[in-house]
């Protein structure tokens, strides 16, 4: 009862000196995610999510509500879940200007508005190569493993959970360059207000080149090339501007480029097969 007779009396002195349309704040965010999340408690309560652009905030309310009855039946519901909700009054020409239905906002990174987007990103991998055979290894050298990564991805976002990329990447060491065609379907199995968990699985072609042969003093290679499959985690945290996000990722994937050596003073031969590709990377995310 106190508690009841406490919200009236905010409610009152919060709504005494305007003439306007009464409305509820929820609060204020910068994440459209979150937005997005409010939205749905709204709609499952019956009431209408409204929202206010505010630089990079946004601010939120629900309304606007016939009379002051209704109003504070309304808070006294919206407290239970938004314990700072508070009534206030808006002019109509504020309303009008300034506020628009939440429908047409979805959220940030992944908005449905822009289903479409374009990532480029930076990375290191390390992509070892197995040496066997019979040639004398001191014949060798063994490539460098590891070094800095490039890629860019387009993709579509199906719904709030699923999307899919097509992406091309170059794998450096020096000794070597991997590039890589893909495409991926991803998840998003974790949503919080601020950012999101995914994984999905990526398959493609792949081929390598040798800037330099592992074989000493033998002729310049073409490389091989094969087919790969694995796995990806990422995650995704959208920025202040509307449709920019950060991306970062781990891959693991699978394949089987093996180059074959032959000593030309010999009929020896020995094989460099790299099967594994390890890639962590971090990007930005445009969507439109």
Known sequence: MVKKILIFLVFFFSTLSFA??????????TSNKQVQQI???????GYKLY???EDAKVHLYTGPHKNKNAALEALQRLKKVFPSAAAVKLRTSTIESN????SKVQNGADDLTRPFFVTA???FHNTKGDLSGTIDTTLIEEPKDSGMSYGIEFGYKLNRSVWFGIGYEILGTG???INNAYMSANYNFLQASSFDLYGGIVAGYSS??????PLVDAESLSGPSSFFAGAQLGISYPLGARGLALIGSYSLLNTSLKTVLSDPNTTTTSTIEHTM???????????F
């Open 20 to 29: 306007s349309d009464i409305y509820i704040k929820l609060g204020t965010t």
């Open 39 to 45: 939205k749905n408690i709204i709609d499952s309560m």
């Open 51 to 53: 929202t206010q652009q």
């Open 99 to 102: 506020i628009k239905e939440s």
């Open 121 to 123: 990103s930076l990375g």
């Open 175 to 177: 000794d070597l360059t």
């Open 208 to 213: 390598l080149k040798w800037n330099s042969d």
């Open 277 to 287: 590709m390890h890639n962590l990377k971090l990007g930005l995310q445009y969507s």
